[in-house]
């Protein structure tokens, strides 16, 4: 018998998924958001498949709910579907903006990428074009105005929560990246927390990732 191989990158899992799940997953084109919980649903389904582990799909749903796509998709009234694209609920004001200030960063770090990213040949190219025009006493040409880079959304202050004053439906804030991502306490397990975040995944985190918008 010979040995199925493994999915080894977000985009051969989300591949793998659009073609299991069309009603759910899509490669292409605007996307559905998803059933909050779609995580548990998907690892009961493929939890014989071989070729994908918890692990890999958890980082592809990931992946595939903080898409620019996904993030535009996210509007007030949008049907959340299932596995099956049978609509169980609809996306609330409050995870909109979520979504759209996550669409935000994503766009401005992508453009602080691309720009220190871009050659430096250009600059030094002008600064050559202008010598001969001083030397026959020309008028020196207006610099461009720079464009102000866009203005990152200001992210709440923050306080650590302990394990004693965490509650199921409390809001919170979990940081498991560079950004805190805002979600709602499903379970507390002793120094560990269940959280649903409101791109539509669930993750279980130690209590030191989890914490409080203070009041202003």
């Given at each position: 018998?010979?040995e199925?191989?493994?999915?080894?990158?977000n985009?051969?899992?989300i591949?793998?998924?659009?073609e299991?799940?069309?009603?759910?997953?899509s490669l292409?084109?605007?996307a559905?958001?998803?059933?909050?919980?779609?995580?548990?649903?998907?690892?009961?389904q493929?939890e014989d498949?071989?070729?994908?582990?918890?692990t890999r799909?958890?980082t592809?749903l990931r992946?595939?709910?903080n898409?620019?796509?996904y993030?535009?998709?996210?509007?007030k009234?949008?049907?959340r579907?299932d596995?099956?694209?049978e609509?169980v609920?609809?996306?609330d004001e409050?995870q909109?903006?979520?979504?759209?200030?996550?669409?935000?960063?994503?766009?401005?770090?992508?453009?602080e990428?691309?720009?220190?990213?871009a050659?430096s040949?250009?600059?030094?190219n002008?600064r050559r074009?202008?010598?001969?025009?001083?030397?026959?006493?020309a008028?020196?040409?207006?610099?461009?105005?720079?464009?102000k880079p866009?203005?990152?959304?200001a992210?709440?202050?923050?306080?650590?929560?302990?394990s004693?004053?965490?509650?199921?439906?409390?809001?919170?804030q979990?940081?498991a990246g560079?950004?805190?991502?805002?979600?709602?306490?499903?379970?507390i397990?002793?120094?560990?927390?269940?959280?649903?975040l409101h791109?539509?995944?669930t993750v279980?985190?130690?209590?030191?990732?989890?914490?409080?918008a203070q009041?202003?």
């Amino acid at each position: 018998m010979s040995e199925v191989k493994k999915l080894s990158n977000n985009k051969e899992v989300i591949g793998y998924l659009a073609e299991k799940f069309p009603a759910c997953f899509s490669l292409e084109g605007d996307a559905k958001p998803l059933k909050i919980g779609i995580f548990e649903d998907l690892a009961k389904q493929l939890e014989d498949d071989e070729a994908l582990s918890k692990t890999r799909l958890r980082t592809a749903l990931r992946h595939y709910t903080n898409s620019w796509r996904y993030l535009r998709a996210m509007k007030k009234g949008a049907e959340r579907v299932d596995l099956n694209g049978e609509a169980v609920s609809t996306v609330d004001e409050e995870q909109q903006t979520h979504a759209a200030e996550a669409l935000a960063q994503s766009k401005a770090a992508a453009a602080e990428r691309k720009k220190a990213a871009a050659p430096s040949a250009p600059r030094a190219n002008a600064r050559r074009a202008k010598v001969p025009g001083k030397a026959e006493g020309a008028k020196a040409s207006h610099k461009p105005a720079r464009k102000k880079p866009a203005k990152k959304p200001a992210q709440p202050k923050l306080q650590a929560a302990d394990s004693a004053s965490l509650q199921a439906g409390q809001k919170v804030q979990v940081k498991a990246g560079k950004q805190p991502v805002a979600g709602e306490v499903v379970e507390i397990d002793r120094n560990d927390v269940v959280v649903q975040l409101h791109n539509g995944l669930t993750v279980k985190v130690a209590v030191e990732a989890i914490f409080l918008a203070q009041q202003e």
